[in-house]
């Protein structure tokens, strides 16, 4: 990380984060915004929506949208 700041739309929210964050980094500082949702990003290619884990960083200008977990019970 190189210290700098990205900007990118969660659930329709434009936020600012730090340059390489994770999506459990995400989850840290967004709190109430995302909570413990499943991130999901558009794939540009096919137009569906792909599943991201804790690893994976958030890219810069990209549109990112959370759901809840699903609770079987």
């Known amino acids: 990380m190189n210290g700098g700041t990205e900007t990118a739309i969660i659930n329709g929210k434009k936020v600012i984060l730090s340059d390489g964050t994770t999506v459990a980094d995400a989850r840290k500082h967004l709190g109430s915004l995302v909570g413990g949702d499943q991130f999901l990003v558009e794939d540009p290619t096919v ?27």
């Open 47 to 73: 137009g569906t929506m792909l599943k991201l884990g804790d690893h994976d960083r958030l890219e810069p200008g990209r549109q990112y949208r959370t759901i809840p977990p699903i609770v079987k019970g």
